[in-house]
């Protein structure tokens, strides 16, 4: 329905009224290689506020690339990233989560060896005192730790304890609290439930609705059908290191969205 | 570099190849000075390969392997044990290149089997040396008094001759209640002396196997405040350890004059060379420094300071 | 107490321990067998003994915690006391020669962290070549030759203590208490040892793992050099011998201390204890006139029976 | 032809032949700096002087192979080589002597199998504690001294020679293709590298890695009884003083030959090479008179520049 | 339905005419602790001839060390294991192949740095000669795994390629490949479609069923409903470490299942 692969939808044509300002995020053409490798070729695509946002696609065509590139762990060789109507380059990881976006990485991105809460505040630690004594508040911390996971996992782990010691589902339910803890404007989950259990992975699900009905954009990477049809409000569809279709999720299904995958339905 | 030799090529050049023990100890460093230094007055192009240390046996064979190939008409060699050149040296040998040992000798049965004719000797008994190390303790302390030895790297050929000289001349007369292995190190020497000294409050003098380990026992001895009560004794004559007697230190050190027997090797190269004949036996003078010599010794450094006999002297060419 | 008994019923508690265990154990057995070792007088030699190991032991701790290993550590000690020596033998004074020790040291760290770091070259092999380096380079400046220092200061440094304390176990005990402040309660030791645990996720979360590795090397070049300046106080001159014993004891106390070699896992109290555990067994061997022979295979049956006992460490 | 060009483009090309390139790249130099450096005499110097390498950087490649490292190799030779000096001098002839030295080697071997695959200690540390071990046992049983050999059987293993390839050389190139043989051709070798790559996997498909582990520190072991021979017959003594500059050339051989020290990569012909580069570095520096000085640090830029260019090795 | 927790299921009571002889496999009462957690604590299963059997449960369940147990990686604390009427213990992961028993692991179990006929025959490689010479059969083992891995894989790598080359779907191909291989009696699949993408998962459910037709009994673990539902005959449901129900599928519904699952339903 877009017109062709990698257009810029600036005006989606199947909404009609869209303007650019209610994109909170786009990313345009935006291209990265690996040596050899082109994991993604020109990809772009847009997240609009207050939505969930899905990226789907088979394996190996570079949704995990793409979000890395959002959250500025790689840097794209090039293409724009357009943030709030602002033109961005993230330096690191650090700079994305100062902008608003938090990610939670297929990997999720823990230290097995530290506790829970020393990985909750990984890479931003609230300290006291001042030039090379200052040191670790670690009852904020702790306090704050432990609060924000409370709403997320079913058994609670204790923040002193390691991430070693938890559970798959409770290690995820680490990663998901701490993206989503910080008051940020954009939550990029990457296969947050691909091992997850039932209950874990409603859990999580609740967590993605809580997220968007407080304002949050949430661009959610998963290759369960039911999940991206129940969660999201639009679809992008990446093959081969493009973004070769978008859908609004309510004008789509199950069906159209495989043919988009394989290629069998052009865009 | 090796520029500038007066060598001829092919059949007998008077360019010399000198292989020595490792550089990281000033008493080899003496040696090399002595070599190269000769070597600059008579004019004579000389080479100077060392070991990478103490232990590396097989890197000094390999390099005077590396030097036999090369058309030098002399080698002077200080090996690191009896043994470890003699493989080596064969070539030499064969090549009909006179063989100049100096320092530490070369194992006479390993030797004839494999054929090398060493063209002469000079250096010190190690076990002479520790024997006068000996003699000047027995002389200091009271009989029966208790002594300590502290030794190279455990098993390291010249420390068990140095202290096989020190045993024997002291034989019974005093009771040695210790022999520790210091490495050659100072520091380590230092470590272990404090314990040994804890442990034995009436211990009445030291000997070390070299100069280095001897200034070591010196500051344990200084740290435990029994400077002057205790004889130190040592073996290098190296210029700190002359300085050190000077100063009240080391008691004494039995002067071996590395320098004398890197030059004396040079200028046995210059004889044989020139189709001279060497006598089998250099012996490079020996002295126990004690704090009266020492001036004179420091002076005199790196030359003997007591008037030595060149027995070398006729036989040099003249120029 | 109860806690504590039901502790020791585990082999996780005497795994965690093994050197404050292995500590006590060997000064049990050597106070039994030598009426010396337990005097003040030893005692205080042994903490002065022990000072370098244990600066020495706390710079290496840092690097092993991001998972690396600094081969060079003994050499960059031998570097900086020859950087002294020269410098003060130059007229510089104590206080500046210590400077260029530290300097000297902290250019090695430099060169290990800039290799590893940004060259990405193994820290096993870039240590290793810095070894080399650094040994070539102390020879060459000081021909070889040691320099013999007689200062002041120096003569301070070494005999002058508080009580049964020399001030070099001071100085070391100062330098671990601030390595265990900044290991343990800044952001820079959180982010050591999540680097050392899960280098990718670090990153992930913002760290950035070529600063810190960049650092702990800096920080266990600096410390050799410090090292470096106790060298030269207790033997009274710069040597440009190479230390060996230094480094592999270095990296055997903090494996004694309870270190994993895979990094992530910080410590700085185990790698101090693995220090004194260490010089402890020589000197009690010393004090027993245990053959010098016996030695190194008492110390060698020492390290593999504590390696086999912190096996049973909890992961 | 032309895919070689366009391999010489590409720099992993450069980063996978390291050791080949650094080699010819030296003898360029030195035949152009010195006339002597080609010559047959001293090339066959060079070989004879890289044989007990060249088999401790097999020996050593097996171990890395498996993500373990081997670092009692040098002084399990020291000791195999005590072993050969007892059992001649108590008239045991060479064969049964021979015998001795490598079943010594194999005592260590195993000693640091058990260790490490059964008893789960860290390499390092393991092969740490040996090394000591090892070490005090040399000094003991020999009581510190050197045994001179002189045996008909070693002259001739010294001083025999095909060509310009003396038996030393001979030895270890047979070694090597054995070597290569049962890593690259046989089950062996093959549960070697599968071990080394993901040893989860490995025992998941049903290998043993502790019959793995133990099978390569034996090997390793025993290659060092085997270059103990060549140590006894090339110094004509067996000596108990440590070889240490041999552990760090064979693990510094192995990395310059490509193999990775996270195990998995298996190489042979590129660790001799890497051997045989080190020995051609040493002979070259000697035969320009470089002072001793330099030579560490020539060996240490010569490591790490290698060690720069096979990180841009292909994954 | 069963009478309780780890009954014995001889007879199944919803089939009524199930004969011990129709269980291919019957795990009884098994036991497995790992220090202080206790990962099994008497689960008991089986499997019948020809049929896919679904193994489902909460993360950390226990089902990947069940798993583990039936094909000899772990060996259980206590408990039986009876093969095709026989009881067996399994020494190590090739004593169960050499019966018939092939894995899937969820981790896939392949080594990295090895090339494609490599990691196939890993562990059981072909050989000729004679004694410690005998050298590896290379070219009857390329040929044979190329042979294998066309049926199964989208793209077919090439088998002299590394590993480490493949994408995450090649992967899971060559160890479905490599388990499917060996005309074995029974195949275990832990959770073999967790991290594929739609085309890739159709593939691998083709070769489940293709097994199962040509009457291989398949154990298959996975979080995912709508193919247990899809795919299996029977499912087992474990709970902390006990399996706490059976049920044919037919007979059953997510909903059901879910229940039996979060111990929302009793058995
Ligand atoms: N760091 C890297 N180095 C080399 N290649 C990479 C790297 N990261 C990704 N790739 C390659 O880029 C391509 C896209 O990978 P990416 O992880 O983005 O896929 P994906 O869509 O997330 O797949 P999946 O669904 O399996 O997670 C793949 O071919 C992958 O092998
Ligand atoms: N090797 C091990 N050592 C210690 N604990 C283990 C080990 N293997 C499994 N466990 C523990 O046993 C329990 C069961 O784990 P298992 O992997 O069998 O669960 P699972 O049902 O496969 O879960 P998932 O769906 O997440 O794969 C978990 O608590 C796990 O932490
Ligand atoms: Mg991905
Ligand atoms: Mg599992």
Same mark, same amino acid.
């Given at each position: ?25 786009? &990313? ?10 082109? #994991? ?13 946002? #899905? ?89 704050? /730790? ?6 997320? #996992? ?22 998901? &609290?701490? /993206? ?21 992975? &409603? ?65 | ?16 190849? !000198? ?52 058309? $030098? =008409? ?21 090549? =009909? ?32 040396? =520790? ?34 000289? $020190? ?39 030291? $000997? !070390?196997?070299?100069?280095?380990? =001897? ?105 | 107490?109860?806690? +504590? ?262 410590? +700085? ?47």
């Amino acid at each position: 329905m877009t017109d062709k692969y990698n257009s810029v939808p600036d005006v989606s044509p199947h909404t009609g009224t869209t303007q650019a300002r209610d994109f909170i995020l786009r &990313a345009t053409d935006i291209k990265k290689s690996f040596g050899g490798v082109h #994991a993604l070729k020109g990809a772009s695509m847009t997240m609009r506020r207050g939505e969930i946002t #899905a990226l789907i696609g088979d394996n190996g065509a570079g949704k995990s690339t793409m979000v890395r590139c959002l959250s500025g762990i790689h840097r794209p060789d090039s293409g724009s990233i357009v943030l709030d109507g602002e033109d961005v380059t993230f330096e690191s990881p650090n700079a994305a989560r100062e902008r608003g976006i938090e990610t939670v990485h297929q990997t999720l991105a823990l230290v097995e060896d530290l506790s829970v809460w020393q990985n909750f505040f990984l890479g931003r630690e609230k300290t006291h005192g001042f030039g090379p004594f200052r040191t670790l508040d670690r009852k904020v911390m702790k306090a704050t /730790a432990g609060e924000l996971l409370k709403n997320l #996992a079913v058994n609670v782990p204790p923040v002193t304890s390691k991430v070693r010691r938890l559970s798959g589902g409770q290690r995820q339910a680490v990663a998901i &609290a701490r /993206a989503a803890g910080w008051g940020s404007k954009i939550v990029i989950m990457d296969e947050p439930t691909a091992a997850l259990g039932v209950q874990e992975t &409603a859990r999580v699900e609740g967590v993605i609705n809580t997220l968007r009905d407080s304002g949050v954009a949430v661009l959610l990477i998963s290759h369960n059908f039911d999940q991206v049809m129940r969660l999201s409000d639009h679809v992008w569809v990446m093959r081969a290191g493009m973004a070769v279709a978008e859908r609004r999720t309510e004008e789509t299904s199950g069906d159209e969205l495989v043919a988009l995958i394989t290629g069998a339905k052009a865009a | 570099g090796c520029a500038g030799g007066s060598g001829t090529d092919g059949g007998s050049s008077s360019k010399v190849a !000198a292989v020595i023990k490792g550089l990281d100890n000033p008493f080899f460093q003496a040696m090399e000075s002595g070599i190269q230094d000769t070597a600059d007055t008579d004019g004579v192009d000389v080479t100077i390969q060392a070991a990478a240390d103490i232990g590396d046996t097989t890197g000094q064979a390999d390099k005077l392997t590396t030097l036999a190939g090369q058309d $030098f =008409g002399c080698f002077i060699v200080n090996p690191i044990s009896g043994t470890n050149l003699v493989q080596a040296l064969s070539q030499v040998a064969t090549a =009909g290149k006179p063989i100049v040992n100096i320092d530490q000798p070369i194992d006479a049965d390993a030797a004839k089997t494999a054929n090398i004719d060493v063209a002469t000797y000079i250096g010190t008994d190690n076990e002479a040396a =520790g024997g006068k190390a000996g003699d000047f303790v027995l002389s200091q302390v009271d009989a029966g008094s208790e002594v300590a030895i502290i030794g190279g790297i455990a098993g390291d050929v010249t420390s068990a001759a140095r202290i096989d000289g $020190f045993k024997a001349a002291v034989g019974s007369d005093l009771d040695i209640i210790q022999e520790s292995a210091a490495d050659w190190k100072r520091e380590v020497a230092l470590t272990t002396a404090t314990d040994i000294l804890a442990a034995n409050p009436n211990v009445k003098a030291f $000997f !070390a196997a070299n100069d280095d380990m =001897g200034l070591g026992i010196v500051k344990a001895v200084e740290n435990a405040g029994l400077t002057g009560q205790i004889t130190v004794v040592s073996v290098d004559g190296n210029k700190d350890a002359l300085e050190s007697v000077e100063a009240g230190g080391l008691s004494a050190t039995v002067a071996q004059y590395p320098y004398a027997i890197g030059s004396l090797g040079l200028q046995a190269c210059e004889v044989a060379t020139s189709g001279g004949e060497l006598p089998a036996n250099i012996e490079s003078p020996t002295a126990l420094v004690t704090s009266a010599e020492a001036p004179d010794a420091i002076a005199a450094f790196p030359q003997p300071f007591a008037p030595f006999d060149n027995p070398l002297e006729d036989l040099l060419p003249t120029e | 107490m109860q806690a +504590i008994g039901q502790n020791v019923r585990q082999i996780s508690f005497w795994a965690e321990n093994a050197a404050p265990i292995g500590l006590v154990a060997l000064v049990i057995v050597f106070a039994i067998l030598s009426p010396t070792f337990l005097t003040l007088g030893n005692i205080r030699a042994m903490l002065v003994a022990a000072a370098i190991l244990v600066i020495l032991a706390i710079g290496q701790s840092f690097v092993i915690t991001t998972g690396g290993i600094d081969l060079s550590i003994s050499a960059t000690m031998t570097f900086g006391a020859i950087g002294f020596g020269l410098a003060f033998q130059a007229g510089a004074g104590f206080w500046l020669s210590a400077l260029v020790a530290i300097v000297a040291g902290l250019l090695i760290g430099l060169i290990n962290g800039l290799l590893i770091a940004k060259g990405k070259v193994t820290d096993f092999i870039a240590t290793l070549g810095t070894l080399s380096v650094a040994t070539g380079l102390a020879l060459i400046v000081s021909n070889g030759k040691p320099i013999t220092v007689t200062s002041d200061e120096l003569l301070i440094l070494t005999s002058g203590s508080l009580g049964i304390f020399g001030y070099p176990i001071i100085l070391a005990a100062v330098i671990a208490v601030l390595a265990w402040f900044f290991m343990f309660r800044t952001r820079f030791g959180l982010h050591v040892q999540a680097v050392g645990g899960n280098e990718e996720s670090a990153v992930a979360n913002g760290i950035s793992a070529t600063r810190i590795r960049m650092a702990v090397y800096l920080i266990s070049g600096g410390l050799a050099g410090v090292a470096a300046l106790l060298l030269v106080a207790r033997v009274g001159a710069a040597e440009p011998a190479i230390n060996t014993q230094f480094l592999l004891n270095s990296i055997a106390a903090v494996v004694l201390g309870g270190v994993s070699l895979t990094g992530g896992k910080a410590k +700085i109290v185990g790698p101090v204890i693995g220090a004194l555990l260490l010089t402890a067994l020589t000197n009690g061997l010393t004090l027993l006139g245990v053959s010098q022979f016996y030695q190194p295979l008492a110390v060698g049956l020492v390290v593999v029976l504590a390696a086999l006992l912190t096996r049973f460490q909890k992961k």
